[in-house]
C-alpha cells in the first residue's frame, strides 16, 4: 500500500526555516518523482502550486521561481523519504504543503494531475 506522510510544518517568523519531511511506504523511493505542491489559503485544490521536484534515478531538482535560492530539496533513499528544506520564509509561503509521487520523469514536473500519491498535508504559517 503506497503511503505519504508529511511532517515538519508549522508557525515561524518571516526569515526563518523548517524543514518538512514526507515519508514514504509502499513503494521504492529512486524509482519515483516526489514533487512538494502547496495550497495558499483560500485556494481552491485545483490551484496548488508546483514548489520543488525531485525525479527519479539521477535525481535532477526543479524548483519555482518563487522559492529559487530559498528552497531545497533533497532525498534519503535509505530512510525513504524526502526532505524539503525552507529558507528565508516569507508570509507569501503559509501553505498547506502537500508531498506527492508518479512513477515517470516529465519535463514538466508541476502538473499535479498527473501525480497518483499524495500525502495529507501539512501547514505552514508564516508570521509577519
Known amino acids: 500500500q503506497v503511503q505519504l506522510v508529511e511532517s515538519g510544518g508549522g508557525l515561524v517568523q518571516a526569515g526563518g526555516s523548517l524543514r518538512l519531511s514526507c515519508a514514504v511506504s509502499g513503494f521504492t523511493l529512486d524509482y519515483y518523482a516526489i514533487t512538494w505542491f502547496r495550497q495558499a489559503p483560500g485556494k481552491p485544490r485545483e490551484e496548488r502550486e508546483g514548489?520543488?521536484?525531485?525525479?527519479?534515478?539521477?535525481?535532477?531538482?526543479y524548483y519555482a521561481d518563487s522559492v529559487k535560492g530559498r528552497f531545497t530539496i533533497s532525498r534519503d533513499s535509505a530512510k525513504n523519504t524526502v526532505y524539503l528544506q525552507m529558507n528565508s520564509l516569507k508570509p507569501e509561503d503559509t501553505a498547506v504543503y502537500y508531498c506527492?509521487?508518479?512513477?515517470?520523469?516529465?519535463?514538466?514536473?508541476?502538473?499535479?494531475?498527473?501525480?497518483?500519491?499524495w500525502g495529507q498535508g501539512t501547514q505552514v504559517t508564516v508570521s509577519s
Open positions: 514548489v520543488s521536484c525531485i525525479s527519479t534515478r539521477d535525481g535532477r531538482t
Open positions: 506527492a509521487a508518479r512513477d515517470y520523469d516529465s519535463d514538466y514536473p508541476f502538473l499535479a494531475y498527473e501525480y497518483d500519491y
